[in-house]
């Protein structure tokens, strides 16, 4: 693990104070993983690449107390298909869908 003293918020992850951050690598009890930037208070991811294991699906983007959340996140799935956009609380809120049959730009709603 590498340590970043990071005076300014990481770019696209909502954090009002400036964070200490470190890279690191980590598994989870489910078998995903994760590699990227964490707080070195909380120990949560702040920016990187999590591959799911269950589904081999991977996203890589901004997180924000443990949720997919923040600008520029690239979510690709085993399927070959793709988001590209911004993720709001673990969900896409807006950007482009890309599937082998049709390519969807906009807002997406729950």
Known sequence: ?????KRTPHRNT???EPVL???????????????????VITGEPVHGKK?????????EGPFFQGNRHGEDAVY???DGSKFIGTYQNDVPLKGTLITDIHT???SFFR
């Open 1 to 5: 693990d590498s340590l970043e003293d």
């Open 14 to 16: 909502f954090v009002s």
């Open 21 to 39: 951050l470190k890279t690191t690598t980590k598994q989870f009890s489910n078998g995903d993983e994760f590699s990227g930037l964490v707080d």
């Open 51 to 59: 591959t799911y294991k269950a589904t081999g699906n991977v996203y």
């Open 76 to 78: 690709r799935r085993k």
């Open 104 to 106: 969807y730009c906009g």
